[in-house]
């Protein structure tokens, strides 16, 4: 198990994850003032998002029931646990985004399903972003 958001397992059976990304923002406002530098004072945090970046080949990878299972727990709209495979707890994220990009169609709109081990040009390339509740 690479991660698991609620049920959801992250693992080359399902949504395998080349890259993780977390950008974590803290809000602050400037107040101007005459004949000097601006002022800043701190707001409190502020957005906290991960970005799992990935790509599905057909031949290992769960492929598109695996993005609609993520995108039916978008639509719930409810915040999930994140685990990581090590034991860390990142805490609640709720699915914000799913991004899919396919490529090597077959005639028939089909993706190349082939099931060589070395016919990798039937790719999915998948970024699931959540952000922290």
Same mark, same amino acid.
């Given at each position: 198990?690479?991660?698991?958001?609620?049920?959801?397992?992250?693992?080359?059976?399902?949504?395998?994850?080349?890259?993780?990304?977390?950008?974590?923002?803290?809000?602050?406002?400037?107040? !101007?003032?005459?004949?000097?530098?601006?002022?800043?004072?701190?707001?409190?945090?502020?957005?906290?998002?991960?970005?799992?970046?990935?790509?599905?080949?057909?031949?290992?990878?769960?492929?598109?029931?695996?993005?609609?299972?993520?995108?039916?727990?978008?639509?719930?709209?409810?915040?999930?646990?994140?685990?990581?495979?090590?034991?860390?707890?990142?805490?609640?994220?709720?699915?914000?985004?799913?991004?899919?990009?396919? +490529? !090597?169609?077959?005639?028939?709109?089909?993706?190349? !399903?082939?099931?060589? *081990?070395? +016919?990798?040009? !039937? +790719?999915?390339?998948?970024?699931?972003?959540? +952000? *922290?509740?």
């Amino acid at each position: 198990m690479m991660m698991a958001l609620g049920q959801f397992v992250f693992d080359v059976p399902t949504v395998p994850y080349q890259q993780l990304q977390r950008h974590t923002a803290w809000r602050h406002v400037s107040q !101007a003032r005459v004949g000097e530098r601006p002022v800043y004072q701190y707001l409190g945090p502020g957005e906290d998002t991960l970005t799992l970046n990935g790509v599905q080949l057909p031949e290992f990878t769960g492929g598109r029931p695996s993005l609609d299972l993520l995108r039916i727990m978008a639509e719930q709209g409810k915040a999930w646990p994140l685990i990581e495979g090590t034991g860390y707890i990142y805490g609640l994220w709720a699915i914000t985004g799913v991004e899919e990009t396919a +490529s !090597a169609f077959l005639r028939d709109a089909r993706r190349n !399903a082939s099931s060589s *081990a070395s +016919s990798s040009n !039937a +790719s999915t390339t998948t970024a699931s972003t959540c +952000s *922290a509740i």
